[in-house]
């Protein structure tokens, strides 16, 4: 009896441990079933109601599937003028930003100087500022250069809002890559932009990725920008012409929403896909440097 008594003894705090750790799984499990489901219902009412003539805001399985929610909206005003406008205001942003966070983030990975850190620090608080909080004396500057309405304003401004945190990851995706490889470089006779262009830049395969995505994606979302700094119609983006589909009188079509939603989605999904295959690069050059 007592050999039962102390078996039982010994067993009981391991049954209650695993008790807590299956209890600890499964209320994880549930909070990611949560989780998901937040992301998975938005996207899943998207995509059936762009082929659902009758949709609302119930996520259901449409009567019958049709396409004329996307023939409805496949026109040069609704869709294809305002995307191709978006291409241009964020292309050409987003290549902006890019090349002068290159430019803006080499000297401060490679020369070390006292004012780098204050910079680095102003940066990084310039990233916090409220777009709104400076669109007024940006829209009386606009107005003063003659930049208001005008494409090439619009996409000044969208590379600067960005400029501050691409500056601040280029620098430390640069600061992965090793200095050596560009002192040979500079023994050859290259110069510090050669050696930027032909070594650090391809070398940080990786790093130019993860800022091209993110600031195009930034600026292909940003609603408030475009709408301030242009005033005609034909210039408007694709993210102010959504606001169309919602009527004076709360009266929205919901499926061509949804359809034009799609659409609107497709640069950013195309622009990651094609890639994708450098965000997963990394940094191989440990080996670069030996010898």
């Known amino acids: 009896m007592s050999a039962n008594t102390s078996a039982s003894t010994v067993n009981s705090p391991a049954r209650t441990l695993r008790s807590r750790r299956t209890a600890r799984r499964l209320a994880a499990d549930a909070g990611l079933l949560v989780v998901a489901a937040a992301f998975v219902l938005p996207l899943a009412w998207v995509i059936l109601s762009s082929l659902d003539t009758e949709a609302d805001l119930k996520v259901k399985v449409p009567d019958g599937i049709t396409l004329d929610n996307y023939d409805a909206v496949l026109t040069p005003e609704i869709t294809f003028t305002p995307l191709l406008n978006s291409l241009l205001l964020c292309g050409g942003g987003t290549l902006l930003t890019v090349v002068c966070a290159a430019l803006a983030a080499y000297p401060l990975s490679r020369f070390t100087s006292r004012l780098n850190r204050p910079f680095m620090l102003t940066i990084l608080f310039a990233t916090s500022l409220p777009i709104t909080a400076i669109m007024v004396p940006v829209y009386a500057l606009f107005v003063q250069v003659d930049l208001i309405d005008t494409m090439q304003g619009t996409i000044f401004f969208f590379a600067a809002s960005q400029l501050p945190f691409a500056i601040w990851l280029m620098k430390n995706f640069m600061d992965g890559v090793p200095k050596e490889l560009e002192e040979a470089a500079w023994t050859d006779g290259a110069s510090s932009f050669q050696s930027l262009l032909r070594i650090v830049l391809p070398l940080m395969g990786p790093g130019v990725s993860v800022v091209t995505v993110f600031s195009f994606v930034m600026m292909w979302g940003n609603f408030f920008v475009p ?19 919602f009527g004076n009188k709360g009266t929205v079509v919901y499926g061509q929403l949804a359809a034009f939603s799609i659409i609107y989605s497709t640069p950013v999904i195309l622009l990651y896909v094609l890639i994708s295959r450098k965000l997963g690069g990394g940094f191989a050059l440990g080996g670069a440097v030996k010898g």
């Open 227 to 245: 709408f301030m700094l242009l005033l005609t119609p034909e210039q408007m983006p694709a993210s102010v012409s959504i606001n169309d589909f």
